[in-house]
């Protein structure tokens, strides 16, 4: 019922800084924990950033400090401020939501019933 639609990806030189933006429909998105997880060419899909149901903000070690989830509830977009990018960021982004997930649950892929198709993020050295 839930959809989710990333943009924002594109190419960029390390350093560089992106916006990733995830719009949903069909629910109320505020209710939802919203995720923003990647998967680079032969590697498996991992976690990087969570908003949860309760307003907390999770991220994974690799991108805290330089990545910053957000959440308009009036737009029902999230966000995904990436700064200082480095090529072993290179990968498909996608945001994903979440009916019942909790705190440091929503840092898992099986917490998500929703999944957007992706974003492609690609840094050059």
């Known amino acids: 019922q839930v959809q989710l639609v990333e943009s924002g990806g594109g190419l960029v030189q390390a350093g560089g800084s992106l916006r990733l933006s995830c719009a949903a429909s069909?629910?109320?998105?505020?209710?939802?924990?919203m995720g923003w997880f990647r998967q680079a060419p032969g590697k498996e899909r991992e976690f990087v950033a969570a908003?949860?149901?309760?307003?907390?903000?999770y991220y994974a070690d690799p991108v805290t400090g330089r990545f910053t989830a957000s959440r308009d509830n009036a737009k029902n977009t999230v966000y995904l401020q990436m700064n200082s990018l480095k090529p072993e960021d290179t990968a498909v982004y996608h945001c994903?939501?979440?009916?019942?997930?909790?705190?440091?649950?929503?840092?898992?892929?099986?917490?998500?019933?929703?999944w957007g198709q992706g974003t492609q993020v690609t840094v050059s050295s």
């Open positions: 908003l949860s149901r309760s307003g907390g903000k």
């Open positions: 994903a939501a979440s009916t019942w997930c909790s705190g440091y649950g929503c840092n898992r892929s099986s917490s998500y019933n929703y």
């Open positions: 069909g629910r109320t998105f505020s209710s939802y924990g």
